[in-house]
């Protein structure tokens, strides 16, 4: 079966960065674009950032602001998210996800994802 674990995540404040890392087994990592995506407390989920399979393309949500870089290592199976200046705005349960296909389609933002982790918990403290 396949398994999208996160990790990470914690207790930082306005400014600091955390490093997110998302290990995946149960196919072949290379195959798919993956994604972050995050969710605040009573707000919908959203997507953050897209990488395509080979990791020669990134895309970052406008709120990202280059403060923030995917990456991903194909032999260990692992994406990351390096997130700097972080703001109190970017508090929320972060997802990662893996895409349907090798690419991040056109409105990758929108692509709802055919696997899910469970969440690391992102907290920024002003």
């Known amino acids: 079966s396949v398994q999208v674990v996160e990790s990470g995540g914690g207790l930082v404040q306005a400014g600091g960065s955390l490093k997110l890392s998302c290990l995946v087994s149960?196919?072949?990592?290379?195959?798919?674009?993956m994604a972050w995506f995050r969710q605040a407390p009573g707000k919908e989920r959203e997507a953050v950032s897209c990488?395509?399979?080979?990791?020669?393309?990134?895309y970052y949500r406008p709120f990202v602001m280059a403060r923030w870089k995917i990456s991903r290592d194909n032999a260990r199976n692992t994406l990351y998210l390096q997130m700097d200046k972080l703001k109190t705005e970017d508090t929320a349960m972060y997802y990662c996800?893996?895409?349907?296909?090798?690419?991040?389609?056109?409105?990758?933002?929108?692509?709802?994802?055919?696997?899910w982790g469970q969440g690391t918990q992102v907290t920024v403290a002003s």
């Open positions: 996800a893996v895409e349907p296909g090798p690419f991040c389609s056109d409105s990758w933002w929108t692509d709802e994802p055919i696997y």
């Open positions: 149960g196919l072949r990592f290379n195959d798919y674009a």
């Open positions: 990488i395509r399979w080979s990791s020669g393309a990134t």
